[in-house]
């Protein structure tokens, strides 16, 4: 019995932070973990921003809140789960970000990070559940018993991928593919359900 497992932005959203940084027309915000390696760095850099550019959760949520999920994912996750008997998403986002989207693709279960934000409203830092969380989540299904097939499009996918007893690459950018050439790429949904299902 197999344990369907996948990344959310890139995969059924579109990158939240980018979105953001296009709202507020800002292209410091538009720096990934492609930019600044270090995740903590990173978002250090985005509260720093933020916090300069007076943009409090509530404004985020706002621009989130007028987000849809990619065209035909909500779609493939209802086949997705149709088929396997568990789907769980498994992102470096936070439910504070994702929820609203989440409604969008019908309430999948998701297992993220989470902020905290200040009296003022103002992110103030955030909650790493745990260091390199997908691919111990993999870990911990399997440790119960489960198989499991997995899919992402990035770096901090990688992991999660290997670990897994399949892992797809979705549409992932050129340098990834050709650098982890093991991992079969899909480019739509119907491919990536077909990779995921066999
Ligand atoms: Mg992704």
């Given at each position: ?42 978002m250090?850099?985005r509260l720093?921003?933020l ?6 959760l509530?404004?985020i949520q ?31 986002t936070y439910y504070e970000f994702a ?13 993220c990070n989470w902020l905290t934000v200040s009296?003022?409203g103002y992110i103030s830092g955030y909650v790493l ?70």
């Open positions: 019995m197999q344990i369907c497992c996948l990344d959310l932005e890139g995969v059924l959203l579109p990158e939240i932070w980018i979105a953001v940084a296009e709202h507020f027309h800002n292209d410091d915000l538009r720096l990934t973990t492609r930019d600044i390696s270090d995740y903590d760095q990173l250090q850099h720093k921003v916090r300069k550019n007076r943009i409090r509530a404004d706002g621009v989130i809140a007028g987000m849809q999920p990619l065209p035909g994912a909500k779609a493939f996750l209802d086949d997705l789960r149709a088929h396997f008997p568990v789907v769980v998403l498994l992102s470096d929820m609203p989207l989440i409604r969008k693709l019908g309430n999948p279960t998701l297992l009296r003022t559940r745990q260091p390199d969380g997908k691919r111990k989540a993999v870990k911990a299904f399997k440790g119960i018993g489960f198989g499991v097939v997995a899919a992402g499009d990035s770096y901090n996918d990688l992991s999660m991928l290997r670990t897994a007893d399949r892992g797809v690459l979705f549409n992932p950018p050129d340098a990834i593919v050709k650098r982890y050439p093991a991992f079969p790429v899909a480019r739509d949904y119907p491919t990536l359900g077909r990779l995921l299902k066999q």
